[in-house]
């Protein structure tokens, strides 16, 4: 079988090496923080002490890491996946970047023979530690087909979207949707709660029918059981909500409603609410409205 190395171990990055591993790929991993390499090395992986040191004894090697920055720094600079780089090696980036960069990188890989996979993910802490993500792929069919089995590994349903940098387009396109879905559904429960009928009951009368999306069926009972602990950081969709806007910036294609969700999770991220949960942007429906949404 292929050997696999994953890089960025965080809430889903550890999840998604987990069931690479536990198909059967032989894993080398790393990471900025040792525990998570450690649980995993325990679990019958090898820890790598650098990026290029994982490239070099891979088939395959996986990126998973917060932003753009980050994913340039892993692969090009010093130490990089570059500089591990040999022929018929294949890169495969999990994380969302922007389009743009996700082109550059695999053009700069090209030139070492490495071919690459843009290949964000969706479906939440929930989707990496079941396998079920949606996988969105840019980059070469023939790529594709050549780690297609591992990829099922990780995730259920997936996509070739077309050349280079169209998993990142998809992507982003999904994260449009993930945080109109977030807001309606905090405006909802304050509005229903604050109107003077019981939210859960709303909640029950209304995802059955054309309401029904995958946020009012996973969101609601953790915000009902008051966890607002993250399957997914506010800090990360504002981010990728960034990505959104420049990019449609980039193509003069006008978002009015995304650009007002962008702003309600940077206002979270000014009132300390960076590090919960993507569906907390409740929290700034609730100092808008001054209205609490009762707890269990």
């Given at each position: 079988?292929q050997?696999?190395?994953?890089?960025?171990?965080g809430?889903m990055?550890?999840?998604?090496a987990?069931?690479?591993?536990?198909a059967g790929?032989?894993l080398?991993?790393?990471?900025?923080?040792?525990a998570a390499?450690?649980?995993?090395?325990?679990?019958?992986?090898?820890?790598?002490s650098s990026?290029?040191?994982v490239a070099?004894?891979?088939?395959?090697?996986?990126?998973?890491?917060?932003?753009?920055p980050?994913?340039?720094k892993?692969?090009?600079?010093?130490?990089?996946?570059?500089?591990g780089?040999?022929?018929?090696l294949?890169w495969?980036?999990?994380?969302?970047?922007?389009?743009?960069t996700?082109?550059?990188?695999?053009?700069?890989?090209a030139?070492?023979?490495?071919?690459?996979l843009?290949?964000p993910?969706?479906?939440?802490d929930?989707?990496?530690?079941?396998?079920t993500l949606?996988i969105?792929?840019g980059?070469?069919?023939?790529t594709?087909?050549q780690?297609?089995?591992?990829?099922?590994?990780?995730?259920?349903n997936?996509?070739?979207?077309g050349d280079?940098?169209?998993g990142?387009?998809?992507?982003?396109a999904?994260?449009?949707?993930?945080?109109?879905?977030?807001?309606a559904?905090?405006e909802?429960?304050i509005?229903?709660?604050?109107?003077g009928?019981d939210?859960?009951?709303?909640?029950e009368?209304i995802?059955?029918?054309?309401?029904?999306?995958?946020?009012?069926?996973?969101?609601?009972?953790?915000?009902?059981?008051?966890?607002?602990?993250?399957g997914?950081k506010?800090?990360?969709?504002?981010?990728?909500?960034?990505?959104?806007l420049?990019?449609?910036?980039?193509?003069?294609?006008?978002?009015?409603?995304?650009?007002v969700?962008a702003?309600?999770?940077?206002?979270?991220?000014?009132?300390?609410?960076?590090?919960?949960d993507?569906?907390?942007?409740?929290?700034v429906?609730?100092?808008?409205?001054?209205?609490?949404?009762h707890t269990?």
């Amino acid at each position: 079988m292929q050997t696999v190395g994953y890089i960025g171990l965080g809430i889903m990055g550890k999840s998604i090496a987990r069931n690479i591993h536990k198909a059967g790929y032989p894993l080398v991993v790393h990471n900025r923080s040792r525990a998570a390499v450690a649980e995993l090395v325990a679990e019958g992986a090898q820890a790598a002490s650098s990026p290029a040191e994982v490239a070099s004894q891979v088939d395959v090697v996986f990126t998973n890491l917060p932003d753009s920055p980050d994913v340039e720094k892993v692969v090009l600079e010093p130490q990089g996946i570059i500089e591990g780089a040999h022929a018929g090696l294949v890169w495969i980036d999990n994380s969302t970047i922007k389009p743009a960069t996700a082109r550059h990188l695999a053009s700069c890989l090209a030139e070492k023979g490495v071919a690459s996979l843009d290949a964000p993910v969706s479906g939440g802490d929930i989707g990496a530690r079941q396998g079920t993500l949606n996988i969105m792929v840019g980059g070469p069919a023939e790529t594709l087909q050549q780690v297609y089995p591992i990829l099922q590994a990780m995730g259920k349903n997936i996509v070739h979207l077309g050349d280079a940098g169209a998993g990142q387009i998809a992507k982003a396109a999904n994260q449009i949707m993930v945080a109109a879905q977030m807001v309606a559904m905090a405006e909802l429960l304050i509005f229903a709660q604050k109107a003077g009928a019981d939210p859960r009951k709303v909640i029950e009368a209304i995802k059955g029918g054309a309401a029904q999306c995958w946020t009012l069926d996973i969101k609601p009972p953790r915000l009902f059981a008051g966890n607002r602990q993250p399957g997914f950081k506010a800090r990360q969709m504002y981010k990728d909500m960034n990505i959104v806007l420049e990019t449609a910036s980039q193509v003069g294609v006008p978002l009015p409603s995304a650009a007002v969700h962008a702003q309600l999770f940077n206002a979270m991220l000014q009132l300390g609410m960076g590090d919960l949960d993507n569906s907390a942007v409740l929290g700034v429906l609730e100092q808008l409205s001054g209205e609490q949404l009762h707890t269990d």
